[in-house]
């Protein structure tokens, strides 16, 4: 059964931002030539995450003001005691940004069946960055026959 990876790399912008990744993983699955068996997308930062979820802008805002409901920026964090600890220069003040990506996930499984994504009609794979701008990645690896 053949295994097949990618790395997508995502720019983001400033604050929190939702993309939605679907059309590149379709076009990485169609490369593979596998008509049957999954796709495991991987968010690889500790401030960035993944959903299926609709992929509309008002929804998009809502989730935005919810997670921001959840870990306010404007809270005291332990973590955002930088002096006490040893960090890089450009070390920024994200405790918020660490747990709102706790209250999502870092991946998903989708089903592949006869070549496509199985995800329901308003079904997308929205990656968040939570802590932008950074230059993201995400693994996506894709395996059956």
């Known amino acids: 059964m053949p295994i097949i990876h990618k790395i997508l790399e995502i720019e983001t912008e400033s604050g929190i931002n939702i993309y939605n990744i679907t059309p590149q993983i379709k076009d990485f699955l169609a490369a593979t030539q596998i008509k049957n068996g999954q796709v495991l997308v991987f968010s690889r930062h500790t401030t960035t995450a993944l959903a299926i979820n609709e992929d509309e802008v008002r929804l998009l805002e809502d989730i935005k003001v919810f997670l921001c409901k959840i870990a306010p920026e404007s809270d005291r964090y332990l973590h955002n005691d930088l002096h006490l600890r040893v960090v890089p220069e450009d070390e920024p003040m994200n405790a ?3 747990l709102m990506a706790m209250m999502l996930t870092t991946s998903e ?3 592949v069946v006869e070549g496509q994504l199985a995800l329901g009609t308003w079904q997308s794979i929205l990656f968040f960055d ?10 996506v690896q894709v395996t059956g026959e």
């Open 109 to 111: 499984i989708i089903p």
């Open 96 to 98: 918020h940004s660490h």
């Open 130 to 139: 939570l802590d932008g701008p950074r230059k993201r990645t995400v693994f």
